[in-house]
Nanobody, 120 residues
Framework: QVQLVESGGGLVQPGGSLTLSCTASGSRVNFGAMAWYRQAPGKQREMVAEVSNGGTTFYAESVKGRFTMSRDNSNNTVILQMNTLKVEDTAIYYC??????????????WGQGTQVTVSS
């Protein structure tokens, strides 16, 4: 069973910073790309950032230059450092990972989500 556990959300003023963390675990599974998505009220879920297991990153245009995603493969943990936060960054942030077994069975998994609120 694959589990993704997120932490680090909260309330911050505009211009502030927050760090999100996500640790993936599972028995006899391998992890591929991991990503952060977010969903604001009344909006569709969107990808924010992604990192491959080789360390290649991708960022949505709306967060480029402000957010940085990193990965520690030794413990399947990804970090999303969010700087210069804006009110429009307010959303529930979800961790996502692709995992597969040695028999080749694979799929995408989601964390439970963590609330990020940017408000004065």
């Amino acid at each position: 069973q694959v589990q993704l556990v997120e932490s680090g959300g909260g309330l911050v003023q505009p211009g502030g910073s927050l760090t999100l963390s996500c640790t993936a675990s599972g028995s006899r599974v391998n992890f591929g790309a991991m990503a952060w998505y977010r969903q604001a009220p009344g909006k569709q879920r969107e990808m924010v950032a992604e990192v491959s297991n080789g360390g290649t990153t991708f960022y949505a245009e709306s967060v480029k230059g402000r957010f940085t995603m990193s990965r520690d493969n030794s413990n399947n943990t990804v970090i999303l450092q969010m700087n210069t936060l804006k009110v429009e960054d307010t959303a529930i942030y979800y961790c996502n990972a692709y995992a597969w077994t040695n028999s080749g069975t694979g799929g995408y998994y989601w964390g439970q989500g963590t609330q990020v609120t940017v408000s004065s």
